[in-house]
């Protein structure tokens, strides 16, 4: 018999002049990018969040604080394969992982085959597995007037009961 849960997560970034945006690991020009206190990544940060909320742990500041120096700067698929360690030990594994990258510039396409195969690889599960989709805000808001971004992350995980 097995039990499955499901998790949501969501992040969001404001910009700030720089030269380049960090989503799903993959490094992508721009002339902004993202206030925080890691790289930013808000596309690995709201998987990690479904994550731990899928099987009932804390938030992804619980486990990496943005007040700890170590977490300064850090690449968020570290966060990713550390995160996925907590739900191994605790004998999860993942069955998909669904993606909205909310952001009004620059344009995602290019980029999310590569985001896919970088995710699955640290999450141990197929490029199959994992979707990714990417849309703007219809210039509405603050991602519309190129504030920031967002991103939202379903999983769903599965174990095997005794």
Same mark, same amino acid.
């Given at each position: 018999?097995?039990?499955?849960? #499901?998790?949501?997560?969501?992040?969001?970034?404001?910009?700030?002049?720089?030269?380049?945006?960090?989503?799903?690991? #993959?490094?992508?020009?721009?002339?902004?990018?993202?206030?925080?206190?890691?790289?930013?990544?808000? /596309? #690995?940060?709201?998987?990690?969040?479904? /994550?731990?909320?899928?099987?009932?742990?804390?938030?992804?500041?619980?486990?990496?604080?943005?007040?700890?120096?170590?977490?300064?700067?850090?690449d968020s698929l570290r966060i990713l394969a550390q995160t996925?360690?907590? /739900?191994?030990?605790?004998?999860?594994?993942i069955s998909n992982v669904d993606c909205n990258i909310i952001i009004q510039e620059p344009k995602m396409m290019p980029y999310?085959?590569?985001?896919?195969?970088?995710?699955?690889?640290? /999450?141990?599960?197929?490029?199959?597995?994992?979707?990714?989709?990417?849309?703007?805000?219809?210039?509405?808001?603050?991602?519309?007037?190129?504030?920031?971004?967002?991103?939202?992350?379903? #999983?769903?995980?599965?174990?095997?009961?005794?």
């Open positions: 018999m097995n039990k499955i849960r #499901v998790g949501l997560g969501f992040d969001t970034h404001s910009f700030i002049p720089g030269d380049s945006i960090t989503i799903g690991g #993959v490094k992508i020009p721009f002339n902004k990018s993202f206030e925080a206190h890691s790289d930013g990544d808000l /596309l #690995v940060h709201a998987i990690c969040d479904a /994550l731990l909320g899928s099987i009932g742990l804390k938030d992804i500041g619980t486990y990496f604080p943005d007040t700890d120096k170590n977490f300064e700067n850090i996925l360690g907590l /739900l191994k030990s605790q004998g999860w594994m999310i085959d590569r985001m896919k195969e970088i995710i699955a690889n640290i /999450l141990e599960i197929e490029i199959a597995d994992i979707s990714i989709k990417a849309n703007s805000s219809e210039n509405i808001g603050f991602i519309g007037r190129g504030e920031g971004a967002s991103a939202q992350a379903i #999983v769903l995980v599965s174990k095997t009961l005794n």
